[in-house]
Each structure stands twice: as structure tokens, then as C-alpha cells.
T-cell receptor, first 115, second 114 residues
């Protein structure tokens, strides 16, 4: 039973265009969400996060949108650069209480930015 | 460079054997979590240690156990290895009371069980 779903295993985007990565979740207790980027032979690195009290968080070229009613979030990368080519994981957690010590990850989306 | 190291990088074991994986955290990071990432899957939480005590556990059987030491290093031990234990094992360390955005992952240990 996947509580965090990334339904697109891969995505190809031209350099300079927008990349949109999607994530859906089913657990209503999740109220803190993160995106990680992972290069081969490296561990995941934190990219951006959002709390359920917000619907948007921006950091440079990266913006995360949260739609709580739809239990959906998305990561927008504008403009996309070849160095953004990596696997992107969506992760979620309850902010406090039971289970707040663990992240639940999606399966990841492999982004390829074509020069 | 996250300052979190893991050893060994790769490991091959046979079914039924036992394995110990090691993680060295950044200085001061007394919270460490372990994750298992099977091929084509996202990382799955195994357990977390804080001040050398298990602080929380995911849906993994007792043959997965851990240790945390005062020098910010930790171990993941897996007994009676099964083929499905083949995966990348990641450790992640953080400062106490800090959020996940300050949690740093190591590069992982790739375990193959034959």
C-alpha cells in the first residue's frame, strides 16, 4: 500500500523549459512534504520542503505547490538545466506525533534535461 | 559532500549469512536513521536511533537491528539474509530537534544477497 505515489517513472525536458514532477499521497496524517534529488552513487540530497499550512514554497528555480484537498503536490523547475538530471523523490511525514520520526518516500521520477 | 560516510560501498553475501553495515555521521549528529532502497523503489524507513537508543521503527522484522555509538557512528545488522534483502542501504544523520531538511544522507551501501 503506497502512501506516497510518483506515477511518472521518467520525464524528459528540453534545457530552458519547465520541468513539472508530480506526487500524490493518501495518508491524511502527512502534513510535511519534501523533495529530494539523487545522483547515481550518492545519497538523496534535500531540495525543498513545504508544510501543510502553505500551498506554495519557492527557492530559486525550484517551487513546490501543495493541494491538500487533492492530496497532491508538484515540483516545478524553471528553467531546467542539464545538471538537474537526476532522480527526484517526493517524501512525506506527519509533522509531529506518531511516525514523525520517519519519512515515507515515493518511488522516484528520473528527470532527464536534454541540452 | 554531506560529511556522512558509509562502509563498505558494495557487499555480496549469500542467503542465511549475517551482515554489518556501518555509518559515520557528522560530529554532533546524534540522531541517525536507516533506510532500505530496493531496486526501482524509494527509500523505506527501517529505524531511527537517538542517543544510542532505538527511537522508532518501520515495518521491518527483528532480524534487522542496529547500534549507535557515542562517537556518532552506527551500525545496521541483518541476520539470516534473504534474497529480498538485496538493496541499497542508506543512513541519514541529523542534529537533535532539527527537521528533515537538515538531515544528511550518506552515499549508501549496495548489498547483494545470492
Amino acid at each position: 500500500d503506497q502512501q506516497v505515489k510518483q506515477n511518472s517513472p521518467s520525464l524528459s525536458v528540453q534545457e530552458g523549459r519547465i520541468s513539472i514532477l508530480n506526487c500524490d499521497y493518501t495518508n491524511s496524517m502527512f502534513d510535511y512534504f519534501l523533495w529530494y534529488k539523487k545522483y547515481p552513487a550518492e545519497g538523496p540530497t534535500f531540495l525543498i520542503s513545504i508544510s501543510s499550512i502553505k500551498d506554495k514554497n519557492e527557492d530559486g528555480r525550484f517551487t513546490v505547490f501543495l493541494n491538500k484537498s487533492a492530496k497532491h503536490l508538484s515540483l516545478h523547475i524553471v528553467p531546467s538545466q542539464p545538471g538537474d538530471s537526476a532522480v527526484y523523490f517526493c517524501a512525506a511525514s506527519p509533522h509531529s506525533g506518531a511516525g514523525s520520526y520517519q519519512l515515507t518516500f515515493g518511488k522516484g521520477t528520473k528527470l532527464s534535461v536534454i541540452p | 559532500e554531506t560529511g556522512v560516510t558509509q562502509s563498505p560501498t558494495h557487499l555480496i553475501k549469500t542467503r542465511g549469512q549475517q551482515v554489518t553495515l556501518r555509518c559515520s555521521s557528522q560530529s554532533g549528529h546524534n540522531t541517525v536513521s536507516w533506510y532500505q532502497q530496493a531496486l526501482g523503489q524509494g527509500p523505506q524507513f527501517i529505524f531511527q536511533y537517538y542517543r544510542e537508543e532505538e527511537n522508532g521503527r518501520g515495518n521491518f522484522p527483528p532480524r534487522f537491528s542496529g547500534l549507535q555509538f557515542p562517537n556518532y557512528s552506527s551500525e545496521l545488522n541483518v541476520n539470516a539474509l534473504e534474497l529480498d534483502d538485496s538493496a541499497l542501504y542508506l543512513c541519514a544523520s541529523s542534529l537533535p530537534g532539527q527537521g528533515f531538511d537538515t538531515q544528511y544522507f550518506g552515499p549508501g551501501t549496495r548489498l547483494t544477497v545470492l
